[in-house]
């Protein structure tokens, strides 16, 4: 079949697999294993590239060769119950990640501050953003 689109995740088709398997070089970053999907954002769902293989999971793109899945699913029990994805529900907000920063970086931030209202002083803004590299 073509890919499939269910709530957040999409499951590719076959030649979207090989080109995955290719692009993120899974046969020197992670022999034996095939990505499937995503989770129609960064996450590639993974699997065991091998007959019978059942057990996958979502492992950031960025981390595939450097990380493991924090969490394998039975593919078949998530596929009979509509492929169902944890949700955050908690939060009131998405994530914003800064990855350029014009050479005004106290006017960018205070644009930015402005443009998604963010509840956040722009001093913690810099330090979360730039030293840390983190999200909020």
């Known amino acids: 079949m073509n890919w499939i689109a269910m709530n957040l995740c999409v499951l590719?088709?076959?030649?979207?697999?090989?080109?995955?398997y290719?692009?993120?070089?899974?046969?020197?970053?992670?022999?034996?294993?095939?990505?499937i999907g995503n989770d129609n954002g960064d996450r590639e769902l993974i699997m065991k590239?091998?007959?019978?293989?059942?057990?996958c999971g979502f492992l950031d793109a960025a981390e595939i060769?450097?990380?493991?899945?924090?969490?394998w699913f039975d593919f078949k029990s998530w596929l009979e119950n509509g492929f169902?994805?944890?949700d955050d529900e908690n939060s009131e907000y998405g994530k914003v990640y800064i990855v350029k920063v014009l050479d005004d970086k106290l006017k960018f931030l205070?644009?930015?501050k402005k443009?998604?209202?963010?509840?956040?002083?722009?001093?913690?803004?810099?330090?979360?953003s730039l030293l840390n590299k983190q999200c909020f």
């Open 84 to 86: 169902e994805m944890e």
């Open 115 to 128: 443009l998604f209202a963010l509840p956040i002083s722009k001093g913690l803004l810099y330090k979360k």
């Open 110 to 112: 205070a644009e930015t």
């Open 49 to 55: 590239a091998e007959k019978g293989a059942t057990l």
């Open 22 to 35: 290719e692009c993120n070089e899974f046969s020197v970053n992670m022999p034996g294993y095939i990505s």
């Open 12 to 20: 590719y088709d076959t030649s979207t697999i090989i080109e995955t």
């Open 65 to 71: 060769g450097n990380s493991e899945v924090e969490e």
